[in-house]
């Protein structure tokens, strides 16, 4: 299958970024390149560092961008100080994190991401480590209740959790299709009729299965050290457990005196490190919406180094 994926807010991406064309910038999530192409595309003697976990993205990206002076490192991006590290590269102008699971992913069968269609339960964007159906028959009750209760906000993940661990006991989980209805037959009919109740739990499990979470705490705090003054970070997240960590993140950057309020004078010192471009966080125009349905959750926020 064609590696292919709409860059979403690809626009305002790169206002967002504010790109120097002698600059060093850093798009922690290349997939089908589409804005890694972009940046590079505004530079003249500045540097793209283009990083994806996913092998498959990392070769899609690298066709796209051939030509451009672009160096490919296929690595989770929460090894972006390493990266750079490696490179000679101290400080960097701007970093780019889109994240969740690219179209390919979830359109490509044998990945294992989505629930409609039948595959065997995988959800690796590295192919590699823990894999959903290790989650799906290797966790106990309270932990599979537990990440798909925190990670999916599902308010049946008991239900969801209990009916897992009683039908694994006849035979493995092995397929999305065979955890897709399990997960239906847990919740009431009202919400089966009203939507598809399967993307909560999904979504849980591959956040777990890939420590999207973890990951992104860390690359938030790497990536703000790497930046230059009047550098930029930019994030577009998918769900409100990445906004929610993404926005709690860049306010704690902004964020200067800490001391209590009955002090009558500063004794802690801290001072802003940081300033943010949005208040609130950018969304699709109806256009791309309707262009690119997948984009309607996408949220993007900016802050830029002090």
Same mark, same amino acid.
């Given at each position: 299958?064609?590696?292919?994926?709409?860059?979403?807010?690809?626009?305002?991406?790169?206002?967002?970024?504010?790109?120097?064309?002698?600059?060093?910038?850093?798009?922690?999530?290349?997939?089908?390149?589409?804005?890694?192409? +972009?940046? &590079?595309?505004?530079?003249?003697?500045?540097?793209?560092?283009?990083?994806?976990?996913?092998?498959? &993205?990392?070769? /899609?990206?690298?066709?796209?961008?051939?030509?451009?002076?672009?160096?490919?490192?296929?690595?989770?991006?929460?090894?972006?100080?390493?990266?750079?590290?490696?490179?000679?590269? $101290?400080?960097?102008?701007?970093?780019?994190?889109?994240?969740?699971?690219?179209?390919?992913?979830?359109?490509?069968?044998?990945?294992?991401?989505?629930?409609?269609?039948? &595959?065997?339960?995988?959800?690796?964007?590295?192919? $590699?480590?823990?894999?959903?159906?290790?989650?799906?028959?290797?966790?106990?009750?309270? $932990?599979?209740?537990?990440?798909?209760?925190?990670?999916?906000? +599902?308010?049946? @993940? !008991?239900?969801? &959790?209990?009916?897992?661990?009683?039908?694994?006991?006849? =035979?493995?989980?092995?397929?999305?299709?065979?955890?897709?209805?399990?997960?239906?037959?847990?919740?009431?009919? !009202?919400?089966?009729?009203? =939507?598809?109740?399967?993307?909560?739990?999904?979504? @849980?499990?591959?956040?777990?299965?890939?420590?999207?979470?973890?990951?992104?705490?860390? /690359?938030?705090?790497?990536?703000? +050290?790497?930046?230059?003054?009047?550098?930029?970070?930019?994030?577009?997240?998918?769900?409100?457990? $990445?906004?929610?960590?993404?926005?709690?993140?860049?306010?704690?950057?902004?964020?200067?005196?800490?001391?209590?309020?009955?002090?009558?004078?500063?004794?802690?010192?801290?001072?802003?490190?940081?300033?943010?471009?949005?208040?609130?966080?950018?969304?699709?125009?109806?256009?791309?919406?309707?262009?690119?349905?997948?984009?309607?959750?996408?949220?993007?926020?900016?802050?830029?180094?002090?």
């Amino acid at each position: 299958m064609k590696f292919s994926h709409l860059p979403v807010l690809l626009d305002e991406c790169m206002t967002g970024l504010n790109i120097d064309p002698e600059g060093i910038y850093i798009d922690g999530t290349a997939g089908g390149g589409g804005h890694s192409l +972009e940046i &590079a595309r505004r530079l003249t003697t500045g540097k793209l560092i283009a990083i994806d976990r996913d092998p498959d &993205a990392i070769k /899609a990206a690298g066709e796209r961008l051939y030509g451009t002076g672009a160096k490919l490192v296929n690595s989770n991006y929460c090894e972006m100080d390493r990266i750079t590290r490696e490179l000679g590269i $101290e400080g960097v102008n701007g970093v780019l994190l889109d994240l969740g699971v690219s179209s390919y992913q979830l359109d490509n069968r044998e990945r294992g991401f989505s629930y409609h269609d039948d &595959a065997p339960l995988d959800m690796r964007m590295s192919k $590699e480590g823990i894999s959903a159906k290790d989650v799906v028959n290797g966790y106990s009750y309270e $932990e599979l209740s537990r990440i798909i209760f925190e990670y999916g906000e +599902e308010r049946y @993940a !008991k239900n969801i &959790a209990s009916n897992i661990v009683k039908l694994r006991e006849s =035979k493995p989980i092995e397929s999305t299709a065979e955890l897709a209805e399990i997960i239906k037959e847990s919740v009431p009919q !009202k919400v089966r009729r009203e =939507k598809n109740p399967c993307r909560k739990t999904f979504q @849980a499990i591959r956040i777990e299965v890939n420590n999207e979470l973890g990951s992104l705490s860390e /690359a938030i705090d790497k990536a703000f +050290e790497l930046l230059l003054p009047k550098g930029r970070l930019c994030i577009i997240t998918f769900h409100s457990l $990445e906004d929610r960590l993404t926005k709690q993140k860049f306010a704690g950057f902004c964020q200067g005196c800490t001391c209590p309020p009955e002090f009558p004078v500063c004794v802690c010192g801290k001072k802003p490190r940081g300033r943010l471009i949005t208040k609130k966080p950018i969304e699709p125009s109806e256009e791309e919406q309707r262009i690119n349905p997948r984009s309607r959750s996408a949220k993007l926020r900016v802050i830029e180094k002090i």
